[in-house]
């Protein structure tokens, strides 16, 4: 078969990767000039930055098979995380790096009754497991996507636990609170974090561009081919660029969730269901270095909203080998919130208003920040809001790949990288069969 997939991120390229194997014809349409969308660096100043995806995880199996499929094996690392990192807490540092269960138990940074109550949360979530998998929220009942995440943890944990533990954590991650957030959510990454016992930040020597460039080198890529419409005839799908129009017998549309409507033609009410549904977080990436030796060796720091209404987390990227030893790289993302006002503002700006946050939270830091790079996400995450889970997967299950069109992304119940590679390969092994 000759298949396009349009979009050369981490879902796209996989699901390209995985038809190709199977002996398809196979064409990758990208509108950037380089593979992997948010996962993406850049080198500023001999200084490597992450621009989108920061980490990986242990956990992220499929992931790692691809990284060692690709010849990357000795490339995967685990971070050092030197001093550990911790959690903002009435602007004092509560260490805080929890690799497992057992970690989120013993974090000081909350009261002996929040860390209890925690304790009988994930005791309770014991009975979710079996059929949870958090890269794949389509999976097990969808019972709890009637909820939001933040009034069914709230309950169950109390304010505390639930500002400087869940919520911080899903603001750290994605970049919103956990209102905007489906309790199905909750109830898979407290599976993630018992069935999986870790959760220790890893990355790839050559950052994390390293992967995406590495599958694309091996597939027919075109760079700054941007798809403008996708039309279903009765036997092929006409894919139109401004170079022209070509037909193909399917297609896999990897782009993110709001570039998809308006590309497809009679899109199906199935389709029109979840895209009209499928929103989105933003946030700004914004990068300074730190001389070494006030950097230090810490990981990185959460900021739960209550402490901090700008900045969301931050991170010290020496345990990544972002450092020349004299300067260290220093990431700091903001909360939707805060993101959203400064989007459109200069370089300038943010940079000021950013330092001037972090000085006013971190005074050893704040003043010897010198700003490198800034980088802007008005489409960061998919939000997996409430109902929407349940959307997705009455998609997969009536409404994917109508008239030869299959959609593919992150937004598609799979989170983070590990997330986009699995759909990937679940699209691929649908075209396929
Ligand atoms: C700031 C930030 C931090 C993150 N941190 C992490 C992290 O630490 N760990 C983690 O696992 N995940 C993280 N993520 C999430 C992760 O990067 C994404 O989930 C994943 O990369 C999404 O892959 P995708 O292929 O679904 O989409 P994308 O990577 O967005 O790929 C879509 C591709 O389609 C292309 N495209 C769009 N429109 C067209 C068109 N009309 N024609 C042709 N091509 C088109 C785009 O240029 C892009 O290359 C982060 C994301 C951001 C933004």
Redesign the pocket.
């Known amino acids: 078969m000759r298949i396009a997939v ?7 390229l996989t699901a390209a990767l995985r038809l190709q194997e199977a002996g398809h014809d196979v064409e990758v ?4 000039a380089h ?5 993406w660096s850049i080198e500023k100043e001999g200084l490597g930055v992450d621009l ?5 995880l242990s956990s ?1 199996g499929r992931t790692r098979a691809l990284v060692g499929e690709m010849g990357l094996e000795a490339q995967w690392f685990e971070i050092d995380g030197g001093e550990g990192g911790g959690v903002l807490h009435d602007q004092e540092l509560a260490s805080f790096s929890p690799k497992n269960a057992f970690d989120v138990l013993r974090f000081r940074g909350i009261s002996l009754g929040g860390r209890i109550r925690l304790a009988l949360t994930l005791l309770e979530a014991r009975r979710w497991l079996g059929d949870l998998d958090f890269f794949d929220l389509s999976v097990g009942d969808d019972t709890l996507d009637t909820e939001d995440c933040d009034s069914f943890a709230r309950r169950r944990l109390g304010d505390e636990a639930m500002d400087y533990v869940v919520d911080c954590f899903i603001r750290t ?1 994605h970049f919103h609170g956990a209102r905007r957030m489906s309790a199905k959510y909750f109830e898979a990454l407290s599976g993630l974090l018992l069935s999986h016992g870790e959760f220790r930040p890893c990355a790839l020597r050559g950052h994390m561009r390293a992967l995406p460039e590495a599958i694309a080198a091996g597939l027919d890529v075109r760079y700054s ?4 419409r996708i039309v279903r005839g009765p036997r092929s799908v006409e894919v139109r660029t401004p170079n022209g129009s070509v037909e193909y017998d399917e297609v896999v549309l ?3 969730a709001d ?1 998809v409507l308006p ?1 497809l033609q009679a899109p199906s009410l199935q389709e029109r269901l979840v895209l009209e549904n499928a929103v989105s977080s933003c ?1 700004v ?1 914004c990068v300074y270095t730190l001389p070494a030796e006030v950097a230090g060796d810490f990981e990185g720091i959460w900021v739960p909203f209550c402490e901090s209404q700008v900045v969301s987390g931050l991170s010290n990227d020496a345990g990544k080998g972002s450092t020349d030893g004299k300067r260290s790289v220093f990431n700091v ?1 903001l909360h939707e919130e805060a993101a959203a006002k400064l989007l459109k503002a200069s370089d300038l700006e943010i940079q000021r208003t950013v330092a001037g946050e972090i000085e006013r939270l971190f005074p050893r830091y704040g003043k010897h920040l010198t700003p490198l790079h800034v980088q802007r ?1 008005p489409h ?2 998919p939000v997996y809001g409430v109902g929407q889970v349940t959307r997705v997967r009455n998609f997969w299950e009536n409404g994917q790949g109508q008239g030869n069109v299959w959609l593919c ?2 937004y598609l119940n799979h ?6 590679v699995r ?1 990937g390969e679940k699209v691929a092994a649908r075209v396929a069969g």
């Open positions: 349009v979009g050369a991120g981490m879902a796209g349409l990208e509108s950037g593979p992997g969308g948010r996962m989108g995806a920061h980490m990986l992220f991650f081919a941007r798809v403008h990897a782009v993110p570039g590309l946030t990436l993302w996400w960061a995450l992304g992150d989170p983070w990288v590990e997330g986009a759909c």
